[in-house]
């Protein structure tokens, strides 16, 4: 259940076992829409199993981080 608590935003009534906050802008209520681009999905490469793990090549690797001075 929800509640309209502002021109743009609603309350929801969600368990006391949820640690999330319950209030958010409606946008947020918009229901699902699968891939709006079915063209642009692109299969994951095969894996290649090396001692019964499956590992795969990278082409590229876009973004890392270092945390406590550790990648």
Do not use: V
Not at 24 to 52: A, C
Request: glycine share 4%.
């Amino acid at each position: 259940m929800w509640a309209k608590i502002g021109t743009s935003a609603y309350k929801l009534a969600l368990q006391p076992s949820m640690a999330i906050h319950n209030t958010g802008h409606i946008s947020l209520l918009e229901p699902y829409q699968d891939n709006r681009f079915p063209s642009q999905i692109k299969e994951p490469s095969p894996s290649i199993q090396i001692e019964g793990e499956d590992e795969y090549k990278l082409e590229e690797i876009i973004d890392s981080q270092l945390h406590y001075n550790k990648l």
